[in-house]
T-cell receptor
Framework: AQSVTQLGSHVSVSEGALVLLRCNYSSSVPPYLFWYVQYPNQGLQLLLKYTSAATLVKGINGFEAEFKKSETSFHLTKPSAHMSDAAEYFCAVTSYSGGGADGLTFGKGTHLIIQP | DAMVIQNPRYQVTQFGKPVTLSCSQTLNHNVMYWYQQKSSQAPKLLFHYYDKDFNNEADTPDNFQSRRPNTSFCFLDIRSPGLGDAAMYLC?????????????FGPGTRLTVT
């Protein structure tokens, strides 16, 4: 079975500061990892994904994440926070078996707050 | 624009009164998923269709059913909604069951049970 753990249910940063959202995974098979963002009362939008190619993955809106197998981590970063980044962020891993993907297993989410 | 559409965006139903939520997609994806997201929680997979193959999660209550009459549409039926079923219901699609493919989410339907 695959699972993810997000450390910190709330993260607050100042506008212009570095954003770091933490995600650790557990998987008995090679993991496929995703970061999604959710704005209030909306669906989830894909920020980026790791699918075993490059370990440093660049996504939309200036976000990137680095896959570190030794640390079982896939932390999300952005060099300079913008007010529009305030949202809920979910790390997810694909649950899959021999037949293929069975769906996403999400972490509990991190609420990102941007201070002006 | 190709997309995932959910109707209605907001649904109010009475305790015990059956309700159906609708999802359609113009992406021509083979896989469709339904997730339940309760307030301030992560989305939780209920079931998915790979083509016409239905796959139920082990802990999805029997009260929840789904239909996929064709590639484009998928429905979530709640036979007898309880107060605990109040949540955001998210529909998602994926091109295939290849785990490298991301899922595309609709805007969700927020269900209120009175």
């Amino acid at each position: 079975a695959q699972s993810v753990t997000q450390l910190g249910s709330h993260v607050s940063v100042s506008e212009g500061a570095l954003v770091l959202l933490r995600c650790n995974y557990s998987s008995s098979v090679p993991p496929y990892l995703f970061w999604y963002v959710q704005y209030p009362n909306q669906g989830l939008q894909l920020l980026l994904k790791y699918t075993s190619a490059a370990t440093l993955v660049k996504g939309i809106n200036g976000f990137e994440a680095e896959f570190k197998k030794s640390e079982t981590s896939f932390h999300l970063t952005k060099p300079s926070a913008h007010m529009s980044d305030a949202a809920e962020y979910f790390c997810a891993v694909t649950s899959y078996s021999g037949g293929g993907a069975d769906g996403l297993t999400f972490g509990k989410g991190t609420h990102l707050i941007i201070q002006p | 624009d190709a997309m995932v559409i959910q109707n209605p965006r907001y649904q109010v139903t009475q305790f015990g009164k059956p309700v159906t939520l609708s999802c359609s997609q113009t992406l021509n994806h083979n896989v469709m998923y339904w997730y339940q997201q309760k307030s301030s929680q992560a989305p939780k997979l209920l079931f998915h269709y790979y083509d016409k193959d239905f796959n139920n999660e082990a802990d999805t209550p029997d009260n929840f059913q789904s239909r996929r009459p064709n590639t484009s549409f998928c429905f979530l039926d709640i036979r007898s909604p309880g107060l605990g079923d109040a949540a955001m219901y998210l529909c998602a699609t994926s091109k295939t069951r290849d785990p490298r493919y991301e899922q595309y989410f609709g805007p969700g339907t927020r269900l209120t049970v009175t």
